[in-house]
């Protein structure tokens, strides 16, 4: 098996912030894109990271001491397209694709190893923790409490067999369809997509408290 990897880190950071990027930003002297190409690089012959455009050199000096493997190319607009001009640059060697964002920049390696396992069953495995708050539905002023202990909070690294992400993804551009992840879309176009276990400290980045989180504990290690 060839495995690949797509590493999301176009994004601005709107909600952290800061005045750069938000896979710029440094935890103990190492930006969040480096710490995540750098777990996926252990696993993976390839790593393409997504960069905003007007940022491809600082992002490709953010990650040259990772391996020669991880390749730089602009993202766009929104996740999705970055994903998919991230698929483009992907060897079409590669059979099982693994697509991670640089905001979730602390997962363990091993949850990349649970997700690829778990593709010998399925097209699609997305890594999924168990909702601790009370869940409900709004709309119109109107409440619906849904069953927590059927919800899971869904997780990157997320593993793909390549045909299947690839079709996915030419299927929802065509169509005109938006999702939050991968897993949707291939969900959307009838493949098969299964859960593995997540990690706590996969959290994602996305306000300033979540980088203070993992500031705080490196501060301890
Ligand atoms: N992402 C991307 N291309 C975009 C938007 C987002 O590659 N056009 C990536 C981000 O870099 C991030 C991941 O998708 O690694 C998840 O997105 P999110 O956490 O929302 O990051 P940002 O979009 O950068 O943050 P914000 O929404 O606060 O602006
Ligand atoms: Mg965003």
Do not use: N
Request: charged residues 20%; negative net charge.
């Amino acid at each position: 098996m060839t495995v690949a990897a797509v590493v999301t880190a176009a994004g601005s950071g709107t909600r952290l912030g800061r005045d750069l990027p938000k896979a710029l930003v440094t935890i103990a002297g190492t930006p969040l894109v480096a710490w995540a190409a750098s777990s996926l690089a252990a696993v993976c012959e390839q790593v393409v990271v997504t960069a905003p455009a007007e940022h491809l050199e600082e992002f490709r000096r953010a990650v040259s001491h990772v391996a020669a493997r991880v390749t730089v190319v602009a993202g766009g607009a929104t996740r999705q397209q970055s994903v998919a001009l991230g698929l483009a640059a992907v060897s079409p060697e590669a059979d099982e694709i693994l697509v991670h964002d640089a905001a979730r920049a602390f997962m363990p390696v091993a949850v990349s190893g649970r997700a690829l396992a778990a593709l010998d069953a399925a097209d699609g495995v997305i890594p999924v923790l168990p909702v601790v708050d009370t869940i409900v539905a709004t709309s119109g002023g109107e409440v619906r409490y849904l069953d927590r202990s059927s919800l899971g909070g869904v997780q990157t690294p997320q593993a793909f067999r390549a045909s299947a992400l690839r079709d996915a993804h030419a299927r929802a551009a065509a169509g005109g369809f938006e999702g939050t992840d991968d897993g949707s879309l291939l969900a959307a176009y009838g493949y098969r997509v299964v859960t593995c276990e997540g990690d706590p400290e996969g959290r994602k980045i996305t306000y300033a408290e979540d980088l203070d989180h993992f500031e705080r504990r490196w501060a301890r290690a």
